[in-house]
């Protein structure tokens, strides 16, 4: 079966520095994403990769090892803003998007 | 660019009546659009996949005839729930993968409470 693990939560404090790690364990790979999803809120495109290394955008970075099937989500700088969840999502070889549950980020002052 | 509007963003009825809720691609083409479901605290839930001109491709457990989807052009996708029932009340959001690319975007989601 198609599997995607991520950690339920996680907690941070404000100005740190955050990893969510994604591992995952689908039929075929096209790419993986990552989205932030506010609470009550439609998630937002964060990052895309599909090929191995990291991609860095701002605070966020995002990196891929298709041989591991794990990515990670790089935050910096926290922000009180950042609190969220972080979906992590590989398209399979069927270009359909298979979702992990998500991972809680909680922000301390 | 990449834009995805959804309409109406919230939306109260009665038990027993439809509602239509639209997607629209605002600056792209889009051949494929997806509509999720997602109830408070839970992951997303692919309801169904949409392609242009075809008829949607509905996930396990899904019922085609109580959520009718169009897809009508390249640049809209509608939902319909028909003869809603309070545990329909959800947040349906839709999202739209550009024709050129993988990169998949979504709309703001519509609430939906039935009474």
């Known amino acids: 079966g198609q599997n995607i693990d991520q950690p339920t939560e996680m907690t941070a404090t404000e100005g740190a520095i955050v990893q969510i790690n994604c591992t995952y364990q689908?039929?075929?790979?096209?790419?993986l994403f990552w989205y932030q999803q506010h609470a009550g809120e439609a998630p937002t495109f964060l990052s895309y990769?599909?090929l191995d290394g990291l991609e860095e955008k701002g605070r966020f970075s995002s990196f891929l090892s298709r041989s591991k099937g794990y990515s990670y989500l790089l935050l910096k700088e926290l922000q009180m803003k950042d609190s969220a969840s972080y979906l992590c999502a590989v398209l399979d070889s069927n270009y359909q998007l298979i979702w992990g549950a998500g991972t809680k980020l909680i922000i301390k002052p | 660019g990449a834009v995805v509007s959804q309409h109406p963003s919230w939306v109260i009825c009665k038990s027993g009546t439809s509602v239509k809720i639209e997607c629209r691609s605002l600056d792209f083409q889009a051949t494929t659009m997806f509509w999720y479901r997602q109830f408070p605290k839970q992951s997303l839930m692919l309801m169904a996949t949409s392609n242009e001109g075809s008829k949607a491709t509905y996930e396990q457990g899904v019922e085609k005839d109580k959520f009718l989807i169009n897809h009508a052009s390249l640049t809209l996708s509608t939902l319909t729930v028909t003869s809603a029932h309070p545990e329909d009340s959800s947040f349906y959001i839709c999202s739209a993968r550009r024709t050129e690319a993988n990169e998949q975007y979504f709309g703001p989601g519509t609430r939906l409470t039935v009474t």
């Open positions: 990769n599909v």
């Open positions: 689908t039929s075929g790979f096209n790419g």
